[in-house]
């Protein structure tokens, strides 16, 4: 085991590489590189607005990119953010030295409620610059209101909550719509649903808020000085338009369920974080007289939506009497609590401050804190500034505080996409896991991070935690790229002795079945894993060196079954003599060679399944490889063994169609041996062409010689044309013994004389061969059987034999009565052809004459030439030149003619053509005289043939047929009227 840590440590240092461009910093055991590249930007960043009022700031809210903020008591200053350059003022027109109490600002930035001292509320639009009065809400102080997030738009608010000093809870709805002088006023109702009492009667309501659950389910929070109140129910369905006096009725019996704590600010505020604007809120921060309360908000409690509540308590200096928290925001991770010299930030997660940051004394006290929850701006102002805080990665060191909490699940989920901090928080939680003793989520943690292997295996090992590490080394495994080659084939080698290590130790406890099974299985889906197959398949002989050693034959063929190794399968089925589960192996994957490799064992012991096998595989197989096995299990001679053989080879000769000559010789051997009564008919199916027939003609003599085979001797002597000796071999004739086989065998053999008959028969365009071989025939009958009889039948078979052929064969003391019938027919043979000699002369005389006749009309034959007679080929004047008349009338110069014969004339008589041209034109002309004449031609007979010899040759060359009447013309018929050498030529000069 310590070797396996030892190599598989030295791969792993081997594959560190420092990446190029990298700082020279040191490597954690993590793996990463900690370098900080640039300064971490601050949370929390204040930024003062360039923005100088011409009065004092008495209320200032902000949503969904609206600023609104009154200055004085009769200027309203609204401000588009996203154009700040364009501030629009609208003046609120009173006389009266009301002032504004409070401003409220819907999510969507329409909707705008001015509070006055004097219990008036006004209302302006933001598109619109009037400012409208609210005539039902008139006589109510108006401490807080609740939008209806779920319904509101741009031009209504629909139904929403208004709380007063008074304690009072109105619903109201406002409308944007104008209209004309005697229009719809804004306020469409306003009616009373609740009110909420402390102690000492009603209290004012200091914050509402109205939200509805993902569940559909709709709730109300409400605070007054003390007392946190939570109205929670589910409006009916279709029952929208009745806004929130379902959710009230509930409570007119009972009381709602509260939070109180008895200090008292004389005011508190409600501060609600939701992620997106119209979702569900996710956490509270109630600021109250004791501190600040806090927590996440479940909207799927029954009873209260209030959870993880916890407590931050005013530091020295802060609270009532002293210093008192003037408002509250929250944000994801952090409430930010404003007091009149400073805001301090403090962690939701820890509760600990995280800023305290102090404003001038220049720009006076501070009045208030408001959140724009649509782009998470923080704004605070004093009567004389306004400042803007910027919330910037606010979770980016969350982590650290889950961590440090044990809470690794969400420290995961805010460092996900930093590898450096998810691999710290792994590690931690892993570390935590395995000392809770949970070894099996340890291992998977560990699985995960960078930290190194052979401590962490030799920290399992240390505990005995087998289980664990095999979790530990699977994931690994897991993560290992393709590249990784060593590491794992360590792995999966190690992984595989940790299984058979534990299989080993649980098979013979009978109260660790169950977990046997179960280790049984984990084991076999290890090995039958598609995601580590190739590891496997590289490791496979260490696996299976592990798996003999551990005797562990069962799982020995289930891996060898998912490597394929179907050789080692088929082999550990014979050595446990399972040869019918090896052949089912071999005909279920049906691989050639481990049919060529296992066949000689299984044939000995099934050999009718296995020849089935073989059949059913059919082509696939090549014969050839198999005849070892069938030579070396056909050696026994057993009619059962021949007989699969025979089978086999059967079917590879008739159905497959084999032509080779090893195939065929085989068969013929085990005909020979084993089936004599088939060894003719497969010789004669095989037919009697030497070229044709696919056995060696020579081993199949010998063989038949061997066995005494006569008849199939006789047949192969046929094959091979020598049919003198098929004769003798049929006659039993002491000259086939001298060519070179044993005379034992020839005492065997039986005397066929019909048999020799059909040999004497074969060669039939050979009749010399054929007397020979039937005189063969007819000694053998007169001289060995001495059977009269059957020597004239053998007269009578064979035509070409006589009787005076046959009569020196007889004995001296055979009468003539024996043949007198033979020698008659003889004899009226001969006389009728004596008669048809004679009638054939006759008719050669005849024919003779009438030759001689045709010859003396044609001397007297002559044809007339006119003057204006032209060459049939040219179509000029024929007495121009030397020219040939023909007895049919057509009529040629020498010239021409010559040139049309010469195409249709052999290769040979136009090379004679040519010589005599030749030689022609090389004779010298003929002399004037015939003194000179004669003495001209005793010189040239002296030298060579004549002048007029050499015509007369050239004349039986070209002259001796008309060239358009003769067999010339004839044989032209099927040449095509353009030479295909000149096919392209001539096409060309019809374009």
Not at 62 to 69: A, D, I, K, P
Not at 226 to 240: P, T, V, Y
């Amino acid at each position: 085991m310590a070797s396996i840590l030892d190599e598989y440590e030295n791969s792993l240092s081997r594959s560190a590489v420092l990446q190029p461009g990298c700082p020279s910093v040191g490597i954690p055991h993590s793996g990463y590189v900690n370098a900080q590249l640039e300064k971490e930007v601050p949370i929390f960043t204040k930024q003062r607005i360039d923005f100088t009022p011409s009065e004092r700031i008495t209320s200032l809210v902000v949503s969904s990119n609206q600023l609104c903020m009154s200055l004085g008591k009769d200027t309203l200053l609204r401000i588009d953010l996203g154009k700040a350059s364009e501030p629009n003022h609208v003046e609120l027109g009173r006389k009266d030295d009301a002032k504004v109490h409070k401003m409220f600002l819907d999510h969507t930035g329409s909707h705008l409620l001015i509070a006055l001292s004097s219990t008036e509320v006004l209302y302006v639009n933001r598109n619109g610059q009037k400012v409208r009065p609210l005539a039902r809400w008139k006589g109510q102080l108006v401490e807080s209101v609740g939008w209806n997030k779920a319904l509101g738009t741009e031009s209504s608010t629909g139904p929403i909550l208004v709380g007063t000093a008074q304690g009072h809870i109105f619903e109201a709805e406002l409308s944007a719509s104008e209209g004309g002088l005697f229009g719809p006023a804004p306020d469409l109702y306003f009616r009373p649903l609740y009110v909420l009492n402390e102690e000492g009667g009603p209290a004012p309501v200091c914050s509402l808020e109205a939200e509805r659950g993902p569940d559909g389910r709709s709730f109300v929070i409400a605070t007054t000085r003390q007392r946190l109140f939570q109205f929670i129910g589910r409006a009916a369905e279709g029952a929208e338009a009745q806004g929130f006096s379902g959710l009230f009725a509930a409570y007119t019996d009972h009381p709602p369920p509260f939070r109180e704590f008895p200090s008292n600010l004389g005011y508190s505020e409600l501060a609600f974080y939701t992620p997106k604007l119209r979702s569900a809120p996710r956490a509270f921060a109630w600021m109250m007289g004791d501190g600040v309360l806090y927590g996440a908000l479940d909207c799927g409690r029954p009873d209260s939506l209030l959870s993880e509540e916890r407590v931050w308590e005013y530091p020295e200096g802060v609270g009532p009497g002293a210093s008192p928290p003037l408002a509250i925001v929250l944000t994801q991770f952090h409430f930010l609590l404003l007091l009149a010299d400073r805001v301090e930030a403090v962690c939701t997660l820890t509760g600990q401050v995280v800023l305290r940051d102090h404003f001038l004394e220049k720009f006076g006290p501070l009045k208030h804190m408001v959140k724009d929850s649509s782009t998470g701006q923080l704004w605070a102002y004093t009567e004389r500034a306004v400042f803007r805080y910027h919330v910037q990665r606010e979770a980016r060191d969350v982590w650290r505080t889950y961590l440090d909490m044990n809470r690794f699940d969400l420290a995961k989920e805010y460092c996900r996409e930093r590898p450096d901090c998810l691999d710290t928080v792994l590690a931690r939680e892993a570390d935590f896991c395995f000392r809770q003793r949970r070894y099996l989520e340890s291992a998977r943690c560990y699985a995960l991070t960078q930290s190194y292997f052979e401590e962490i295996a030799l920290k399992f090992l240390e505990a005995r935690q087998e289980e664990a590490l095999a979790e530990f080394l699977q994931r690994k495994l897991a993560s290992l790229k393709a590249a990784e080659r060593t590491q794992a084939t360590l792995l999966t080698t190690w992984l595989t002795e940790l299984y058979l290590s534990r299989l080993g130790a649980l098979q013979g406890d009978p109260e660790a079945l169950t977990l046997y099974r179960e280790t049984k299985e984990c084991f076999r889906t290890f090995l039958s894993s598609p995601r580590h197959k190739e590891w496997l398949f590289a490791s496979r002989a260490s696996i299976h060196e592990l798996l003999a050693s551990h005797g562990d034959t069962e799982h020995m063929v289930y891996f060898a079954v998912i490597m394929q190794d179907y050789e080692r399968v088929v082999a550990y089925h014979c050595q446990h003599e399972a040869y019918e589960e090896a052949l089912a192996v071999l005909a279920r994957h049906r691989d050639p060679q481990l049919f060529y490799k296992f066949s000689p064992i299984l044939i000995r012991h099934i050999p009718r399944q296995l020849v089935d096998a073989w059949i059913e595989l059919g082509s696939r197989l090549d014969a050839r490889q198999l005849i070892p096995a069938l030579v070396n299990y056909s050696q026994g001679g057993e009619v059962q063994q021949v007989s699969q053989a025979i089978r086999y080879m059967e079917f590879c000769v008739n159905v497959l169609g084999e032509t080779e000559q090893a195939i065929h010789n085989y068969l013929l051997s085990l005909y020979a041996r084993g089936r004599p009564d088939s060894l003719l008919a497969y010789l004669e199916q095989a037919g009697a062409s030497p070229h044709r027939v696919h056995y060696d003609l020579k081993y199949a003599l010998r063989l038949c010689a061997e066995h005494g085979h006569h008849r199939a001797c006789v047949h192969v002597y046929k094959v091979l044309e020598l049919y003198e000796e098929a004769v003798d071999l049929a006659l039993q004739s002491p000259c086939w013994a001298g060519r070179g086989l044993a005379l034992k065998l020839l005492l065997s053999l039986q005397v066929d004389v019909d048999l020799a008959k059909q040999c004497a028969d074969l060669p039939e365009e050979d009749e010399e061969l054929r007397k020979k071989l039937w005189l063969k025939i007819a000694r053998h009958v007169v001289q060995e059987e001495e059977d009269v009889q059957t020597a004239m039948a053998c007269l009578a078979s064979c035509p070409l034999l006589k009787i005076e052929d046959v009569l020196p064969f007889f004995p001296d003391f055979v009468t003539i009565d024996h043949f007198k019938e033979a020698i008659c027919s003889s004899l009226k043979a001969y006389n009728h052809h004596i008669q048809e000699l004679q009638r054939e002369m006759e008719e050669a005389t005849a024919s003779a004459q009438r030759i001689r006749r045709d010859l003396q009309e044609l001397r007297g034959r002559y044809g007339t030439v006119e003057p204006q007679d032209k060459c049939a080929t040219c179509d000029f004047p024929l007495l121009n030149r030397p020219f040939y008349l023909f007895l049919c009338g057509h009529m040629f110069h020498a010239d021409c003619l010559l040139q049309a014969v010469r195409p249709g004339l052999p290769a040979y008589k136009q090379a004679r053509l040519e010589e005599l041209q030749r030689k022609l034109g090389a004779a010298p002309p003929p002399a004037k005289g015939s003194a000179r004449a004669k003495e001209a031609e005793g010189g040239a007979a002296t030298a060579g043939p004549s002048r007029e010899q050499l015509k007369a040759d050239l004349d039986e060359l070209v002259a001796a047929e008309c060239v358009y009447c003769g067999e010339l013309m004839i044989r032209s018929i099927d040449r095509p009227f353009i030479d295909p050498q000149r096919y392209e030529e001539e096409q060309l000069s019809w374009l």
